[in-house]
């Protein structure tokens, strides 16, 4: 590999650590990842210690977005419990009511898989609140009827 290879080689690896380091965002700990390493810049690497620190960013980032899945998959659950309690998915494979309950405007307007971690969280709380709601109907429904 010629000298002008190899620096294109290493301007692409340094290129791919700071990307990495602000899809992270851990630009504010570069200095401590490089003094780590004995080193105060990037271009003060050897390429060895540059495909390492590119290897622990990766793998950092592929905990993140297990871990960012994972919240999603939770969340996803804890919206279809909510279903369950107001009557919508009342049993495994009901996505044909889930979907169309889903789609409403004043619900959500998308399909549980297109919501965001945001979306979902909001959504769980707008459905807990339809719940407590028709709890409080069905026990007013309950005392009235015992009244009569």
């Known amino acids: ?3 002008e290879e190899q ?6 690896k340094i290129q791919v650590f700071h990307a990495l380091l602000a899809r992270l965002g851990l630009m ?3 200095y401590d990842l490089l003094a780590g390493y004995g080193v105060e810049s990037t271009t003060m690497l050897s ?5 390492d620190l590119i290897g622990r960013l990766r793998g950092m980032q592929k905990e993140s977005v297990q871990a960012s899945e994972e919240r999603l998959r939770r969340l996803r659950s ?3 419990t909510d279903l369950n309690k107001i009557g919508i998915y009342s049993h495994n494979g009901d996505w044909d009511s889930v979907n169309k309950y889903m789609m409403h405007p004043r619900i959500c307007g998308k399909l549980l898989y297109e919501c965001n971690e945001e979306e979902l969280k909001q959504l769980h709380h707008k459905l807990m609140s339809i719940w407590q709601k028709q709890e409080r109907v069905a026990a007013q429904v309950r005392r009235q009827s015992l009244e009569n």
């Open 28 to 30: 504010r700990s570069k």
């Open 1 to 3: 590999m010629s000298y």
């Open 47 to 51: 390429n060895v210690d540059l495909d």
């Open 7 to 12: 620096n294109k080689n290493r301007k692409h």
């Open 78 to 80: 804890q919206v279809l």
